[in-house]
């Protein structure tokens, strides 16, 4: 590269519109994944402190969303139920007329080419508030295999195009694939919470989802932040078992691993910018601090440049508005 003054980066820098001719990374809409929370009743809109402008929605609610969401072009929204009843075996999951269950028939009819994805994992219905079933005060692997692998069906049953298991339990991914060939749905898709780490960026999302465990945490089954290779044999492995997209979660405080995922991987590969990474802005914005909307889309452009195919992200229904 010659030197300076034959070369002068700032020539480039000079307008907007050149700016944005030689812009590396852009943001379009169609890779954003917006996540819904649905609860039960009517007329239910439960706004969320640490979640602003996003809320908990009764299903009529929820259909009024969506179809605004949809109207403003977001091609994908990830459901999350909040149900009213729990129990040990976190039975709401996989129940024929469970909140999600209903959700998805509903809007499934309504919006045949909107990309309906669902979160899989027992912690919002379950009394205990952990990802899988307990035995002998341990979070039992092979026993909630089955378990999340019949909510899975059950929500392809409803109308789910993907199935997205964020639990973290081994061989998930496995045993929702057979499960869901076993039942007749070869064609609908896993996105694998791949390389999910213990983090405390979920904060806000557990007051959204009610499913803050009641006792210890979820560092014996979700990753340890400190570590990049183990997200590799992750991802290698869910693959291996049938893994259709790959996800790292939470984005910002992880985007060498997206990197080092997108580098080693040829399958798509999702981003979860997940509730306290939107928190963070939202609460620094509200006091003035920073930009919102400038702030947003350096932290969702910097998710895409490390990698990120796919970015899921509370700000989609705003960034339609923003693009
Ligand atoms: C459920 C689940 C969590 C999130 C997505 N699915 C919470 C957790 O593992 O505690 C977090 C999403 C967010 O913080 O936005 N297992």
């Excluded at 590396?24 to 239910?44: M, Y």
């Excluded at 402008?53 to 179809?67: F, K, N, Y």
């Excluded at 009641?214 to 979700?222: E, I, K, L, N, P």
């Excluded at 990197?259 to 590969?269: I, K, N, Q, S």
Aim: hydrophobic residues 45%; glycine residues 10%; proline residues 5%.
């Amino acid at each position: 590269m010659s030197a300076f003054p034959a070369t002068r980066l700032r020539r480039l820098r000079r307008t907007a519109s050149l700016r944005a001719l030689v812009r590396e990374t852009r943001l379009d809409l169609e890779g954003f994944v917006l996540p819904l929370f649905a609860c039960e009743g009517e007329g239910v809109v439960r706004p969320l402190e640490g979640l602003p402008g996003i809320a908990q929605r009764s299903l009529d609610e929820l259909v009024r969303e969506v179809d605004s969401c949809a109207a403003l072009g977001v091609p994908a929204i990830l459901l999350f139920g909040v149900p009213d009843e729990k129990d040990d075996e976190g039975s709401g999951a996989w129940a024929d007329d469970g909140i999600v269950q209903r959700a998805l028939r509903e809007l499934r009819g309504r919006h045949p080419g909107l990309v309906l994805v669902t979160d899989v994992c027992l912690c919002e219905y379950t009394a205990h508030g952990h990802c899988g079933v307990l035995a002998g005060g341990e979070i039992a692997n092979d026993e909630t295999l089955e378990l999340l692998a019949r909510t899975a069906v059950s929500h392809v049953e409803a109308g789910a195009d993907a199935v997205a298991p964020s639990d973290m339990m081994d061989g998930r991914v496995g045993a929702i694939r057979g499960a869901l060939d076993e039942a007749g749905h070869p064609t609908a898709s896993i996105l694998a919470y791949s390389a999910k780490y213990a983090s405390a960026f979920y904060g806000p999302f557990r007051e959204a989802a009610g499913s803050t465990p009641s006792f210890g945490d979820r560092r014996g089954y979700q990753m340890d932040p400190a570590n990049v290779r183990e997200a590799l044999r992750e991802c290698e492995l869910d693959l291996g078992e049938g893994a259709d997209v790959l996800m790292v979660k939470p984005a910002l405080p992880n985007l060498d691993v997206i990197r080092a995922v997108r580098e080693r991987f040829d399958a798509p590969l999702a981003a979860y910018n997940v509730s306290g990474e939107y928190a963070m802005v939202k609460a620094a914005a509200a006091r003035g601090w920073l930009d919102e909307r400038q702030a947003a889309l350096e932290c969702l452009t910097a998710i895409r440049r490390a990698g990120a195919d796919v970015v899921i992200s509370y700000w989609t229904k705003e960034l339609a508005g923003w693009l």
